[in-house]
Every structure is written in structure tokens, then in C-alpha cells.
């Protein structure tokens, strides 16, 4: 109720996203100093802030573009002040240390008028949050329970992003021009981050809904589940949209494996439930757009005629980007250099929407090798650990976004990390009373 509030209070009087961005940014400080991070609140902070990153931007909130990502750095930071890291976490220091020669690349091939401190920040706050987010989590041993509290301390400014955005377009009709993604519908923002951050949500509530053994949440759960489903549709960006859904299906598929009979057999209801609202939530998205949405997935435009490119121009910006690893293989072209690099071949100034393309031609041969420590090590954590149902599903939703938006939020660095803690079921012990 507090944050549905919030989207309201944010609506009305826009500047009063920054009061609460940092009021949060304080309370969980606090939280964190008060306790000694005991309990590992500095993930309760980071998680906060990684939900509340897009609803910032979009209304002003943020006090710098990259600072959300630094902020969750500074969190797990501080929580390393406080209770360390594995050194089984090592592959992820090398991972680090594999960017680092793109950054003197850069030194050299930026053009002199370019900034260099803003091109080095843009394109390695992200790959920087991911590892201090891996850092901190591997294997770090966490109950259920505050798992799923960290989930909700992410999910709770996604509930006040949705306010927002039903508030600030409360008729889509009104807005639709064509298929393409649409600002209007996105609160004036960039439609793949905010599909991005709604399809998280979206993965979150469901979780939610099958793993919470609760009625009366399962109720609340299951509402939000449709309410922030059609607010990702509607703003016609599918990257978010179906990366949320495959992330959902996967994270079913491994709850039904590693489950026993029983437990599978009662999830049936919610599968059906959960079914029922998908559909229904679709019907209505249909019909709210005139057809519109139906036309965007089966890449058509408004006339019905299908278009060439998939990829909506993604397919261009990769295939500059491989012609560069082509043409510097070792160590690549340097940070931040991509954008320049475009102009020269196509004239274009667009910046990539694929991490794992601009690594390769921004680092090179170090970048491949970074990029396998980040799918190789989970995996292999993996066959030791099979604690945290989340691991594939968290592995995945990193991996599929970083191919539609880059590292654009912090939100694929942080789930990443959250995939490598090691989950422990505590159970209550039975207290023998004698005389």
C-alpha cells in the first residue's frame, strides 16, 4: 500500500521521486550499520535500489544516469567490510581483471574530444556491478525466507513504477500510432528498460505465487501478476516481455523437477490459476490496443504487412560489432569506443543494445574470456550446489537481457548474483521442556 502511495505521491509531484529514492538509499544504510549486516541487509538495499533504478530515470529521480549501479556496488562493498566474500569466488576477480586492458585501448583510440571518464562509466558499470554482485553472493548461505525477502524489497518499487504508468497513460488507445515500441505507454521512457524491469516483476510474483503457501498473499500476488504483465505488453518493447516469460517457464520446469510427488500434484491448481490470468491478461491487452499487440509479435506494422528485420535494427548494430573484433582480435577497439567506431562505418551514432557483441569488440580475446567465466562458473557451481532453485532461471533472465538491452540497469548484474547464493531450509528445532 505504502509504494502503490508512492506511484501516486510521484504522479502528482514528480520531484518527490528523489526524496524517496534517497530516503530508501538511508533507511536500508541504516539498517546495515545498525546491524552490522548480521542478516545481510546490504542485499535488502541493493535490491531496492536495482527495483527503484528505471522509476528514477523515467521521473527524474536519478542524480546521475549510472548511479543506481553504483549504489549497489557501494552496498555489497560495505557488506564485504562486514562479513567478507568466499575465495571460491576467485574466477570473478580474473573476470574483472580481463577488462581492465580495454580500458588503456581506450586511452589511446578515443577520439580527443570524447570523454573519457563518461565513456569508461557507461560501458563498465555494468560488467563492474555484475562481479561485485558475484562476489558477495557465491555461496553465501541465506534461509528461504530472506531470500524471498530480498525478491520483495526488489519487487516493491516495480509496484510503484506500475502505479505510474497507469496513472500517466490511463488509455492506451489514445497513444497508438503504429507497432513499435512506444514511449507514451512506457512513461515517456525507454520502453526496452521498462519492459525489462516489469517482465523482472512479472517473474517475481510468480514465484511468488507457486512457492508462497499463503492465500490471502497468493491473492495479492496473483492480481499484481496481471496488473504489471499488461503494463509490460503495452509498451510494445517484446525483449522484457519475452525474456520474463521464458524465465517463468523455466523456473516452473525446475520447481517440478527437484520436487516430490505431492508437492507437484498441489501446484496444479496455481499452474491452472496462474494460466487463466496470462490468457485473460492477453485478451485484454488485444482488445485495449485494437489489435495492435497482436500485430507487434507476429512483426507486422499497423497495416498488417510483416516487416523485413526482426530485430528491429539489432542485427546491423551486432554485425558492426563483430567486424571490429574481426578487424582488432587481440584486445579489441577499447571501452566506450563502439559508438565512435559506428559513426566511422555507417554513420550512425547509436550506442549497442548487445553486451555480449560489444565485449567482443571492445576487449577482444579477453572478452570471450570473460564472457565464459560468467557462463561456466555458475554451472559448475551448479553440479556442487543444487540449494538455490533460482540458478538456472536467474542465469538465463542475465543472459537474455543482456542480448535485448545490454547492461543498460543494474537489474541483470544483481539477479546474476543473487542465482549464486546458497540457499539453507531452516528448521525448527523442538524444545524438550524438563523438569
Request: glycine share 8%.
Amino acid at each position: 500500500m505504502l509504494h502503490i502511495a508512492m506511484g501516486l505521491i510521484v504522479f502528482v509531484v514528480e520531484a518527490s521521486s528523489k526524496i524517496f529514492f534517497l530516503v530508501g538509499i538511508i533507511y536500508f544504510l541504516y539498517r546495515v550499520f545498525s546491524n552490522g549486516n548480521r542478516r545481510d541487509e546490504v542485499l535488502l538495499g541493493a535490491a531496492y535500489v536495482t527495483g527503484f533504478e528505471v522509476f528514477s530515470r523515467m521521473t527524474g529521480g536519478a542524480i546521475s544516469y549510472e548511479f543506481a549501479k553504483y549504489m549497489v556496488i557501494i552496498f555489497l562493498v560495505i557488506g564485504m567490510f562486514f562479513k567478507g566474500f568466499t575465495t571460491k569466488s576467485w574466477p570473478y576477480v580474473i573476470f574483472i581483471l580481463f577488462l581492465i586492458p580495454g580500458i588503456f585501448v581506450a586511452s589511446i583510440s578515443l577520439n580527443y574530444e570524447a570523454k573519457f571518464g563518461n565513456a569508461i562509466g557507461f560501458n563498465l558499470s555494468g560488467p563492474l556491478c555484475l562481479a561485485i554482485s558475484a562476489l558477495y553472493c557465491y555461496d553465501r548461505r541465506i534461509s528461504m525466507r530472506r531470500f524471498q525477502g530480498i525478491l520483495l524489497a526488489l519487487l516493491l518499487p516495480i509496484i510503484a513504477t506500475t502505479v505510474y504508468l497507469y496513472l500517466y497513460t490511463p488509455n492506451i488507445r489514445d497513444v497508438l500510432t503504429n507497432t513499435a515500441s512506444n514511449f507514451a505507454a512506457s512513461g515517456g521512457f525507454g520502453p526496452n528498460q521498462v519492459a525489462t524491469i516489469l517482465g523482472l516483476g512479472v517473474l517475481i510474483l510468480f514465484s511468488r505465487f507457486i512457492l508462497i503457501r499463503n492465500t490471502f498473499i497468493n491473492i495479492i500476488d496473483i492480481s499484481l501478476l496481471g496488473l504489471v504483465g499488461y503494463r509490460a505488453i503495452v509498451t510494445f518493447s517484446r525483449g522484457g516481455v519475452i525474456t520474463g516469460v521464458v524465465c517463468v517457464l523455466l523456473l516452473l520446469a525446475t520447481y517440478l523437477i527437484q520436487s516430490k510427488g505431492k508437492d507437484r500434484v498441489s501446484i496444479v491448481p496455481k499452474i491452472l490459476v496462474a494460466s487463466a490470468v496470462v490468457v485473460f491478461t492477453w485478451v485484454i491487452t488485444s482488445i485495449a490496443t485494437v489489435g495492435f499487440i497482436d500485430k507487434r509479435y507476429a512483426n507486422q506494422d499497423a497495416a498488417g504487412r510483416e516487416k523485413e528485420d526482426l530485430t528491429t535494427g539489432r542485427s546491423e548494430l551486432v554485425s558492426t560489432e563483430l567486424q571490429a573484433f574481426y578487424e582488432n582480435p587481440i584486445v579489441g577497439i577499447g571501452v566506450g569506443k563502439m559508438k565512435e567506431y559506428r559513426l566511422e562505418e555507417t554513420g550512425r551514432l547509436s550506442a549497442t543494445h548487445n553486451e555480449v557483441s560489444r565485449t567482443l569488440s571492445e576487449h577482444g580475446i579477453l572478452g570471450i574470456s570473460a564472457l565464459l567465466i560468467l557462463i561456466i562458473t555458475p554451472l559448475v557451481f551448479r553440479i556442487k550446489n543444487k540449494s538455490n532453485l533460482y540458478l538456472y532461471t536467474f542465469l538465463v533472465f542475465w543472459f537474455l537481457t543482456i542480448n535485448h538491452s545490454s547492461m543498460r540497469i543494474a537489474a541483470p548484474a544483481f539477479i546474476y548474483g543473487l542465482g549464486l547464493i546458497t540457499i539453507i531450509h531452516v528448521t525448527r528445532k523442538t524444545i524438550i521442556h524438563r523438569k
